[in-house]
């Protein structure tokens, strides 16, 4: 069964500093693999998305996550932090072919000047 | 950019009501979705419709849950008789094929308040 973890409810980073956003699945297959931005009072905006190929996947707004299978994990990670970056951010993945996506619980991040 | 709209942003009803949770989904897209995520849980994947029917559904979508899509543009969700643990926001999506590889477009939802 699939089931994605986030380490950390909040992570607060100052202003150009490195974004570290932490996930880790379980899954019996090689699972699909997203994070999902939602700002205040807007839906869930997909950011980034890994299938297969590369492991190194980059998104919108200058993030990029990495697919470690050894590690289970699939953190996200930005250089520099901007101050519009604050928001929640998911984790979700799916096994291939499956329709629905399991979530992780959030990390809401906050940016300081 | 095509957007998944979603009406009311908020609704408070009272235990006991029905409430209607109306999307629109993506005007191309097939495949409907609507997800929940009470105060401080996670995201939960309620139920997907395909083709006028339902193709999955989670243990939380009971006999109290429907979905429809009456008409060509709307998907509604529907809960007959509300309980206090339904407060929660509720999230419409919409894909162009079933797998999630393609990913969702999720819609702003619904912060439904059951009193």
């Known amino acids: 069964a699939q089931s994605v973890t986030q380490l950390g409810s909040h992570v607060s980073v100052s202003e150009g500093a490195l974004v570290l956003l932490r996930c880790n699945y379980s899954?019996?297959?090689?699972?699909?693999l997203f994070w999902y931005v939602q700002y205040p009072n807007q839906g869930l905006q997909l950011l980034l998305k890994?299938?297969?190929?590369?492991?190194l996947v980059k998104g919108i707004n200058g993030f990029e996550a990495e697919f470690k299978k050894s590690e289970t994990s699939f953190h996200l990670t930005k250089p520099s932090a901007h101050m519009s970056d604050a928001a929640e951010y998911f984790c979700?993945?799916?096994?291939?072919?499956?329709?629905?996506?399991?979530f992780g619980q959030g990390t809401r991040l906050t940016i300081n000047p | 950019e095509p957007e998944v709209t979603q009406t009311p942003s908020h609704q408070v009803t009272q235990m006991g009501q029905e409430v209607i949770l109306r999307c629109v989904p993506i005007?191309?897209?097939?495949?409907f979705y609507w997800y929940r995520q009470i105060l401080g849980q996670k995201v939960e994947f309620l139920v997907s419709?395909?083709?006028?029917?339902?193709?999955?559904k989670s243990e939380i979508f009971d006999d109290q849950f429907s979905v429809e899509r009456p008409d060509g543009s709307n998907f509604t969700l529907k809960i007959r008789s509300t309980k206090l643990e339904d407060s929660a926001m509720y999230f419409c999506?919409?894909?162009?094929?079933?797998?999630?590889?393609?990913?969702?477009?999720f819609g702003s939802g619904t912060r439904l308040t059951v009193v």
């Open positions: 890994y299938t297969t190929g590369a492991t």
């Open positions: 999506a919409s894909s162009e094929a079933d797998r999630t590889l393609y990913g969702y477009t």
């Open positions: 005007s191309n897209h097939l495949y």
């Open positions: 419709f395909y083709n006028n029917e339902i193709s999955e």
């Open positions: 899954s019996s297959v090689p699972p699909y």
């Open positions: 979700a993945g799916s096994s291939q072919g499956a329709q629905k996506l399991v």
